[in-house]
């Protein structure tokens, strides 16, 4: 009676054109994400999630690599502790905007407060992919973000994270051979809903740290109309964005786009 099961399949199809040095790179990209969620209730504060996941590359039959595999992705529990959210465990992270960060992380986040909202998360963010393309094991993070609605149409979100890599120091390198760096982010947004249905919001991101002379400051902003809500069948939106990004202000980012090394930025 306390435990819940369900998932979700998406299908996802990319067409892209890549240049680099002059030489145009043109592919495709045709792809199927499978996930079961595991829900349940461990008493009256606390909640365990886990999540198994499986995508295939359906070029490939998905039998390339290591796609016949099903991993245990996700495994964590949240709870309340006198009025304080608590998460712990391998998590789905996504903070601001998600420009910085949008994947899974191993570590604890507390989040508090009503008008002005408070996340503190420490741990080590998991993709091992952006900029460097840092293994996960060498990288601890430390983060805090804020969100205050000044409005009911206006809000504001902040975010500052440091990027400690010396848990892989002693190697210098990481398997990709490039050198480990520490680093430090930070994040200012804005965003406006016009009505109901319409709404933007845009960011200005600062990596320390300059990597491959991509720069350090970073901007993107979206137009959204309505939107789609997985519950609510008939659902549909649509948006537009627009992103100029340096290599430092992407660990591993919520934008959608080829595997193309983020060490170059990207526009």
Known sequence: DNVTIGGEMRFRYMNYEHKDLGVKDKAHNAELRTRLFINGEINDNFKATAMLENTQNLKTNGRADDESNTEFARAYVTGDINGVEVKAGRFDYLPVNGIFFDDDMD?????????????????????????????AAAVNTAGVEMAYDVTDKLGVKAAYFSVD?????????????????????????????????????????????????????GWATSLSYKGVNAAQKGSWGAYVTYYDLPAGTMLATTFDYPNWDTESGIK
């Open 107 to 135: 570590g604890v986040a507390v989040s508090f407060g009503n008008k002005l909202k408070t996340t503190l998360t420490y741990g080590r963010m998991t993709s091992g992919e952006g900029y460097q393309n840092m293994d």
């Open 165 to 217: 890599a010396k848990a892989n120091e002693e190697l210098g390198y990481n398997s990709n051979g490039l050198a480990i760096n520490d680093n430090k982010v930070a994040e200012l947004s804005a965003s406006y809903a016009f009505d109901k249905n319409v709404s933007m919001w845009a960011e200005y991101i600062n990596s320390k740290e300059d990597f491959a002379n991509t720069g350090k400051d």
